[in-house]
């Protein structure tokens, strides 16, 4: 292609000006069709909610409080107008070629603001600085008016810091100026892909807006996530039981049970081969066998929470023993699926049975007093809410777990997609673990009503006979196997302080070891990946919370892994002939992953898998 010269520019205005106007007539007829499409499926809605997260009374409660202090209420709004007018002098001695340090700056996580035109276009610079003074000014004053109760502070906090997110200048067109560059590049083309993405999405959503994490079609369990060989060894009609394939000759006599929780589904452990925790786990010599739940419907409706536990793990401790003889096994619970665990391991202290003789617990709660964001949605009004749902369906679809957890990341799970799908105009970067987070599941209305009120509202398994499990009172206090508590500093969903109680509800020695990152990642964490950092604490002192633990913890470099292999290693026996899942008593059903995993989260419609 030749060089393209100046003189050209005159030529080419005519060409690029009516491709525009193409594009803009495009974006019209897209946003009428949008227009339309929304209020044919509202038209469809009969439980229209007003306030479905019972956040009114909460702000009315805010406004009252602040209004019965102008004079605070006053001094917060001069400060903003002195922040704005440093911004003003800022950016005027900026413009006179002078040196001037920014009024205020994005924290060092916050990625909207990566682009060098914040920066280096004064433009944009103020807008940036003005929205995160506002920002700030918002969040902190709604933080310091007193008289709110506990609930309503948490509440009001966390919903103004999700409307402050909204409002980021990152969000619109106009405002974002990567938008308004590649708008320019594309001659608007990627403001019609926009459109298109936004109403297949709420076609799909059928009229809730749920933007799309990966490309279609970039992944599919069993091909290119969830690979490690095994068999499904034993199945019920709550789990799949898999025993993976040896890659050493000898392993530990005590097998490995893991279990992960039944809100998402177990491949987390197993995206890639590079990553996967289950195939290192293989690789240390350890004979892995993973509980798989089944994906719940309406058949499922009358399943509890101790179906789980005697359909769940005692069912798979009686699989693993009929086929490789092995009674006694080490343990894995991983969020909630550690809570179902830590109330298992309670029963069976309680009926004279040790079979699990040693557990590990993977961001998993047993104490939820302090459970962070999450009891912002689990007070009575909302948890009746969901139950009229549940009632309704036969279950509760997994599409609304998913829009709670996303609402905790809200600016990486929801925001940045907003912008890449619909202002950009882009697919999706096919990324496999947000494939995996888009991959729901439904929840049982018996068991998750039972989690909701006795664990979030009631805080019942930390209380000892607090819940009552296959006739037996649940005490945490009666478990006194070694464990291994694992924590991820970042998590907002078990925060690691909550996580650490743990060790103290439990009789049994206790390791309690803190990872760096977040829910997952602070889990998922392969050693040759060389991320975050770890911290373990070698004091033979008995600490009251996880910040004086904390105080004295040693930081590590690189992944958790090895250390804990340390730890488990010691507990799981001497080394005898690997064994084949292929050659055991049990006869395989079929290849790993198995076909449970693979259910679609069904809908409230009862009419089709999404």
């Known amino acids: 292609m030749s060089e393209r010269k100046d003189d050209d520019l005159p030529n080419m205005l005519p060409e690029a000006s009516a491709e525009f106007a193409e594009n803009f007539s495009k974006i019209t007829q897209k946003s ?235 491949y987390i452990l197993d995206l890639r081969q590079d990553n996967s925790f289950i195939k290192w786990c293989v690789d240390q010599g350890y004979t892995v066998f993973v509980i798989s739940w089944v994906n719940p419907d309406e058949r499922h409706a009358n399943r509890t929470f101790e179906s789980y536990m005697s359909e769940g793990i005692l069912a798979a401790l009686d699989a693993i023993e009929a086929t490789i003889g092995e009674k006694e096994v080490t343990a894995i619970g991983y969020c909630i699926g550690g809570t179902l665990m830590s109330a298992t391991l309670a029963y069976l202290s309680a009926i004279g049975e040790k079979r699990i003789t040693a557990c590990t617990f993977f961001a998993a709660q047993t104490d939820f007093e302090d459970a962070g964001d999450l009891l912002l949605f689990t007070d009575e009004e909302q948890v009746q809410m969901i139950e009229r749902k549940m009632k309704a369906a036969g279950f509760l679809e997994g599409k609304n777990m998913a829009t709670t957890f996303n609402m905790l990341r809200s600016n990486d799970l929801i925001w940045s997609f907003v912008i890449n799908n619909y202002l950009m105009g882009k697919d999706p970067f096919p990324f496999d673990l947000l494939f995996w987070n888009c991959d729901t599941t439904n929840m049982p209305p018996q068991m998750h009503s039972f989690y909701l009120r006795n664990m979030y509202q009631k805080n019942l398994l930390s209380k000892p006979g607090g819940l009552t499990l296959g006739g037996q009172a649940i005490d945490l206090g009666k478990v006194d196997i070694p464990i291994f508590v694992q924590a991820s500093k970042e998590d907002h969903i078990a925060p690691f302080t909550s996580v650490f109680k743990a060790t103290q509800l439990m009789s049994g020695p206790a390791e309690f070891m803190l990872a760096g990152s977040g829910h997952i990642a602070g889990v998922i964490n392969h050693p040759d990946a060389k991320k975050y950092q770890h911290w373990t604490n070698t004091k033979k002192k008995k600490y009251e919370t996880a910040e004086e633990w904390f105080a004295d913890a040693e930081e590590h470099p690189g992944s958790w892994w090895p250390h804990w292999h340390k730890w488990l290693s010691r507990k799981s026996g001497a080394k005898v002939e690997s064994r084949d899942p292929a050659k055991g008593k049990l006869k395989p059903i079929e290849d790993a992953p198995g076909s449970y995993v693979k259910m679609k989260a069904k809908t409230g419609l009862n009419t089709r898998d999404e």
């Open 32 to 266: 009428m069709d949008l227009v339309n499409n929304f209020y044919a499926q509202q038209s469809k809605q009969s439980d229209f909610d007003p306030d479905p997260l019972n956040i009114g009374a909460a702000f009315m409660e805010l406004s009252q409080k602040m209004m019965s202090d102008p004079t605070k209420l006053m001094q917060a709004q001069a400060d903003l107008w002195k922040g704005y007018m440093d911004i003003w002098q800022n950016m005027a001695t900026a413009a006179a070629g002078g040196q001037a340090k920014p009024v205020i700056e994005p924290d060092k996580g916050d990625k909207r603001f990566r682009s060098d035109e914040w920066t280096q276009n004064q433009i944009f610079d103020y807008i940036k600085q003005s929205y995160l003074l506002t920002s700030k000014w918002v969040n902190d004053t709604v933080a310091s008016v007193d008289g709110l109760d506990t609930e309503s502070r948490k509440k009001v906090d966390f919903y103004t810091k999700q409307i402050t997110d909204a409002m980021s200048p990152t969000n619109f067109f106009w405002s974002n100026p990567d938008v308004l560059k590649y708008t320019l590049e594309t001659k608007g083309e990627n403001l019609v892909k926009g459109l298109e993405h936004l109403l297949e999405d709420l076609e799909s959503g059928k009229g809730q807006l749920n933007p799309r994490m990966v490309p279609e079609g970039a992944f599919e369990v069993g091909k290119n996530v969830a690979v490690t060989p095994g068999k499904v060894v034993f199945q019920n009609d709550m789990m799949q039981l898999i025993q993976y394939t040896p890659t050493t000759e000898k392993v530990y006599k005590k097998p490995l049970l893991i279990t992960p929780p039944w809100i998402n589904k177990f």
